[in-house]
């Protein structure tokens, strides 16, 4: 592993890849940090660090407490102060770190030499497992978490696209059979959620096999922290998923499997970029080796 790591561990260095119908740019090593920028959704996933492009950005939706994901949560909220940026950003947090980050935001403001009565806290919204709440700014978006398995406290979320759409009784009616229905106040369109993407953040291998509803997201986004032969176990110790057991779930669910592209993140710091690439190419079966990407 020979090779020049500058970029390949510089935070600010952004990736970007294309995915569907929009863009993800940012950053995902292990220990190091995560961000992932969805400018086209205005959303960004953890907070690992903060560059000037994510400021702009009014959601983020924080996967857990740990400092390589979280340590610019609050850098955000005062860079937009700083720059002027009137809207106030909105932060998802599992309702089970509520509490602690409330505590650790006003602490790091007190330390910063905010005067304890002149403290507010930013617009935190606690989330819970399968609550879908629909993003503040963005009406058509609906965002839910899921459950994940990692060494602390942890969640994952998909984001669902709203729609309201005709029920299946209405669809071949005449527009003016629709409009006189609309006026009698007939109730003809029914909830559509589509999913669109989902993070599964830092988490066990098991999640994919407990979350399964992740395999339906046109996206996935999943971290693949370790890649050797035998250091299966240390993934498990830990709380992190092993590149094996990706692959055993696209060997055994392949056809099942609805994702158009499988993005993997949060690769150990101590692969090189070429070695990624390389074990990928090398381990990843045939059909996928397309849809699978890494995130360097
Ligand atoms: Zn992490
Ligand atoms: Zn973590």
């Not at 602490?107 to 617009?123: D, M, R, T």
């Amino acid at each position: 592993m020979q090779e020049d790591f500058r970029n390949h561990h510089n935070a600010l260095q952004q990736n970007r890849i294309k995915a569907g119908a929009f863009d993800i740019k940012g950053f995902s090593v292990s220990g190091l940090a995560t961000y992932l920028q969805l400018p086209e959704l205005d959303f960004c996933a953890d907070m690992g660090e903060c560059p000037i492009s994510a400021v702009k950005l009014n959601h983020v939706f924080l996967t857990h407490a740990h400092g390589d994901h979280s340590r610019c949560l609050m850098r955000h909220h005062s860079l937009r102060k700083m720059m002027g940026i009137p809207k106030e950003s909105v932060y998802y947090l599992s309702a089970a770190i509520y509490e602690n980050a409330c505590e650790w935001i006003r602490a790091e403001a007190i330390f910063e030499g905010v005067s304890p009565h002149k403290f507010q806290l930013p617009k935190l919204v606690p989330v819970k497992p399968f609550e879908k709440i629909q993003l503040e700014y963005r009406k058509d978006l609906y965002l839910e978490p899921f459950p994940v398995a990692h060494s602390i406290h942890a969640i994952g979320c998909t984001l669902f696209q709203y729609k309201r759409k005709l029920k299946d009784e209405f669809l071949n009616l005449p527009a003016e059979k629709i409009i006189e229905l609309r006026q009698k106040n007939v109730e003809i369109t029914r909830e559509v959620y589509l999913p669109l993407i989902s993070f599964t953040g830092d988490s066990l291998g098991e999640t994919l096999r407990t979350q399964t509803h992740i395999w339906k997201s046109p996206v996935l986004v999943t971290e693949c922290t370790f890649l050797d032969e035998g250091e299966e176990k240390m993934a498990v110790q830990k709380g992190h998923t092993h590149l094996s057991e990706i692959i055993e779930y696209l060997e055994k669910f392949g056809s099942e499997i609805e994702c158009q592209k499988i993005i993997l993140t949060h690769f150990s710091m101590k692969y090189s970029e070429k070695y990624i690439l390389d074990t990928l190419k090398k381990k990843i079966p045939e059909a996928f080796q397309e849809k699978v990407i890494a995130f360097i």
